[in-house]
């Protein structure tokens, strides 16, 4: 069974950080891009970043570019997302996903999602 597993949420004071984690398994995800996505209490759910299947290239939201970063470590199948200088704002639940097709630059289609990790900032 493929599944991808947020961990590392929690409530955080605004400017402080957090590092969410997501761990694969039932196959390796390293030829796919992979990306976080957010959903915020009545609002649609939004691209924070993504990362390429090499992890060479990174694309960000503009509303988190400068404050978080992606990355990822495909000997233990797993995507980061570093994030620091927390706002309010950020407050959503956060999802991974792994980009359906192989050898990605971007998440265009998800072909797997995470069932998401909850982030509270406050002010």
């Known amino acids: 069974q493929v599944q991808l597993v947020e961990s590392g949420g929690g409530l955080v004071q605004a400017g402080g950080s957090l590092r969410l984690s997501c761990a694969a398994s039932?196959?390796?995800?390293?030829?796919?891009?992979m990306g976080w996505f957010r959903q915020a209490p009545g609002k649609e759910r939004e691209f924070v970043g993504d990362i390429s299947w090499s992890g060479g290239s990174t694309y960000y939201a503009d509303s988190v570019k400068g404050r978080f970063t992606i990355s990822r470590d495909d000997a233990k199948n797993t995507v980061y997302l570093e994030m620091n200088s927390l706002k309010p704002e950020d407050t959503a639940i956060y999802y991974c996903?792994?980009?359906?097709?192989?050898?990605?630059?971007?998440?265009?289609?998800?072909?797997?999602w995470g069932q998401g990790t909850q982030v509270t900032v406050s002010s």
């Open positions: 039932g196959r390796t995800f390293s030829r796919n891009a």
């Open positions: 996903a792994a980009d359906a097709g192989f050898y990605t630059l971007r998440v265009t289609q998800a072909g797997y």
